[in-house]
């Protein structure tokens, strides 16, 4: 498995807003959590949860991807998001995303944590 090139292929979703699809490299028994500590048990809740929020997404306004780093079977990835909601409301998250990886290319965890969600 080259991780490099499968956190490079994820990220690369991500920062083309296909958000959804990227869940694509999860276990089935992948877990996440975020700092507002909502959590997900399985691949099938983390795409639900990626649905209903891209569903909600009125305007992207950026997505940034700064840096990635791999060491071992754990990935960090930092991205800066800036959306418009369709209830009118913004977000603004800038963000690191880490990720530990199966022997098999899949994620089994992923964690989101707090950069900085100051608008310059």
Known sequence: MDLKNHVKEMDDMVSQGDIVNAVKYFAETATTSDYGKVTTATKAQM???????????ARVNSIIHHHSIVDGDVS???????????DGSSIYWHEIIRRSWSPEGRVMQEVYFDAKNDKP
């Open 47 to 57: 795409v639900e949860k990626m649905e209903g929020f891209t569903n909600a997404i």
């Open 76 to 86: 960090a990835s930092e991205f800066t998001f800036d959306f418009d909601m369709k």
